[in-house]
C-alpha cells in the first residue's frame, strides 16, 4: 500500500516562507499527476496546485504567483514552495494523486500556521 508522508509545515509570520515536502513509497506515483490540498476546519479539502510526471503545472488562483510546484521523480517526492504567506494560507496541506481513482489513503498532512 503506497504511503504519503508530508512535512515542511510550521508557524510562520505572513510574508513569509515555507517549503512542503510529501515522500511517496511507491515507485507508481512518478506517472501520476501529483497535487497539493489544503483543509481547513469544516470546511472540504481545497486543490491547490498540480504537477504532471514531465513537469507542467496549475496553481488555483488564490496562490498564483506566490506558490510553486515541483517533483523529483527519481526520489518520488513532491514539493510546495509557498512565499509570501497570508493569515488565510493557514490549513493543513496534503499531497496525493490529483485523479481520484488512483489515490492512496490520505497521510496525517503537514500543518501551516500564518499568523503574528
Known amino acids: 500500500q503506497v504511503q504519503l508522508v508530508e512535512s515542511g509545515g510550521g508557524l510562520v509570520q505572513p510574508g513569509g516562507s515555507l517549503r512542503l515536502s510529501c515522500a511517496a513509497s511507491?515507485?507508481?506515483?512518478?506517472?501520476?499527476?501529483m497535487a497539493w490540498f489544503r483543509q481547513t476546519p469544516g470546511k472540504q479539502r481545497e486543490l491547490v496546485a498540480t504537477?504532471?510526471?514531465?513537469?507542467?503545472?496549475n496553481l488555483t488562483d488564490s496562490v498564483k504567483g506566490r506558490f510553486t510546484i515541483s517533483r523529483d521523480n527519481a526520489k518520488n517526492m513532491v514539493y510546495l514552495q509557498m512565499n509570501s504567506l497570508k493569515p488565510e494560507d493557514t490549513a493543513v496541506y496534503y499531497c496525493n494523486a490529483a485523479l481520484p481513482l488512483v489515490r492512496a489513503d490520505w497521510g496525517q498532512g503537514t500543518q501551516v500556521t500564518v499568523s503574528s
Open positions: 511507491a515507485n507508481v506515483f512518478r506517472a501520476y499527476i
Open positions: 504537477i504532471t510526471s514531465g513537469g507542467k503545472t
